[in-house]
């Protein structure tokens, strides 16, 4: 049976995806945890992010709250990188606190990926001969999302360009009774240029090749259409074109092919080229923060992910 009712299920969910209005309730705030660090570290990426620990996590999801947020897509950090064995129980932990803190009046996603967990800093696990292992890939994924769910996270949010995984993943939530949690599924995403802060924060850039393999080349509309119309086929509820501006062409023919709602993520490369901008007073910030929202929304983004969501209501956006 297709669900239809997941974005329903409570209010950050419904407001989100309301086609009429907007301002904070269509933002994302993403949020680093890393595990085994001892004190919160400040990105010089991505000013105004950090890494944090469990701790410094739940005071700035608390401020968060209190500015206004009502999304945020969790970022797990391991402590330990591994081939196969990805233990998320420090996600587990940080998410049963930010739900007993929130209560029903923030949606959390966690970003449902393993770049960050692997050895090779890569998506995907790699076999013993180097080559791709989709089934252990997706036995992996799939356990990461059910501890996240378990734990009290409102919906995944796969983020690798693996094959099937948003299938799979529908599968596990499933049979584990979780039908009504949804997947926001970065559904067209690049092999971009403009992920490099991010990669610093989640300390995942790819310690051989790159990811062209699997996310998507940027010569290629028809690809790109065709990725979110698989994710859309496979279960997904929520797409998302990624790097946001430059994918901008994207939005409205993907929601026009799958009726779904079509979100945009602000990436870091996007986000910073916008500090440093204001740095050398070639912009104010604020202004061209608003204006890339506005420029997004234009579009046809039904959600943004920025590293800029705190920052709205001081805005007064
Ligand atoms: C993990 C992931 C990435 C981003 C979000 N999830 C990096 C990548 O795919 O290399 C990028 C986010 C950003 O740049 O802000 N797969």
Request: glycine fraction near 8%.
């Amino acid at each position: 049976m297709k669900r239809l009712q997941r974005l329903r299920a409570t209010a950050p969910l419904r407001d989100m995806v309301s086609e009429i209005g907007f301002g904070q309730s269509q933002l994302i705030q993403p949020l680093f945890l890393a595990e085994g660090i001892s004190k919160e570290e400040p990105l010089g990426g991505l000013p105004g992010s950090s890494r944090h620990t469990l701790s410094s996590l739940l005071a700035q999801f608390e401020k968060d709250l209190a500015a206004g947020v009502r999304q945020f897509l969790l970022f797990p950090v391991p402590a330990q990188k591994s081939n196969r064995n990805f233990a998320a129980e420090f996600v587990g932990t940080a998410l049963q606190q930010m739900r007993q803190r929130a209560g029903s009046d923030a949606a959390i996603w966690v970003d449902t990926c393993i770049c960050s967990f692997t050895e090779t800093g890569h998506c995907c696990v790699h076999d013993t001969r180097g080559r791709q292992d989709l089934a252990a890939t997706h036995a992996a994924l799939g356990t990461l999302a059910l501890t996240y769910v378990k734990a009290g996270a409102d919906g995944v949010s796969p983020s690798d360009m693996n094959d099937g995984r948003v299938a799979y993943l529908r599968k596990k939530l499933d049979e584990a009774g979780h039908d009504l949690a949804p997947i926001m599924s970065y559904s067209t995403k690049f092999a971009s240029n403009f992920y490099g802060p991010f990669r610093d924060a989640a300390d995942s850039a790819p310690q051989f090749g790159d990811r062209k393999s699997y996310q998507l080349d940027v010569r290629n509309r028809s690809d790109a259409l065709a990725s979110s119309r698989r994710c859309a086929e496979e279960g997904a509820d929520l797409l998302m074109v990624k790097p946001g501006q430059p994918s901008a062409d994207l939005i409205r023919p993907i929601n026009e092919q799958t009726g779904l709602p079509v979100g945009a993520y602000q990436v870091s490369g996007e986000y910073t080229s916008l500090v440093l901008l204001a740095k050398e007073k070639f912009v104010d910030f604020d202004a061209a923060l608003i204006e890339s929202w506005h420029n997004l929304r234009r579009a046809g983004a039904s959600y943004i992910i920025t590293y800029g969501a705190r920052l709205a209501r001081g805005l007064g956006f």
